[in-house]
């Protein structure tokens, strides 16, 4: 497991929604603030947009914008992340 906190929330997000199920990054943010009330979670959406792009590009999540598989570097929009296919 990552040692990074922001990597750990989505790696351990993921593995609890199954395979094949994704989550938004904002999902991701909420939970590693704690799911504060109103929108303080925001200042974790920094956090985990640079872990989710580490995570991509070491393979061990995929981008997806609309339903497809995207590169890190088009991560741009309304994303969703969810674990490779076996």
């Known amino acids: ?3 990074d906190p922001a990597e750990a929330t989505i ?8 395979p094949g199920k994704s989550i938004a990054p904002t999902d991701a943010a909420r ?4 799911n504060p009330p109103g929108d303080k979670w925001r200042a974790s959406l ?8 580490r995570l991509a590009r070491a ?4 981008l997806l914008r609309k339903g497809k598989i ?8 309304v994303l ?6 076996a």
């Open 1 to 3: 497991m990552s040692h």
């Open 11 to 18: 790696l351990h997000l993921l593995a609890a929604c199954g």
């Open 31 to 34: 939970a590693l603030a704690g």
């Open 46 to 53: 920094s956090p985990i947009r640079l872990a989710m792009l």
């Open 59 to 62: 393979g061990q999540i995929e």
């Open 70 to 77: 995207i590169a890190p570097a088009d991560a741009r929009g």
């Open 80 to 85: 969703r992340l969810r674990l490779p296919a």
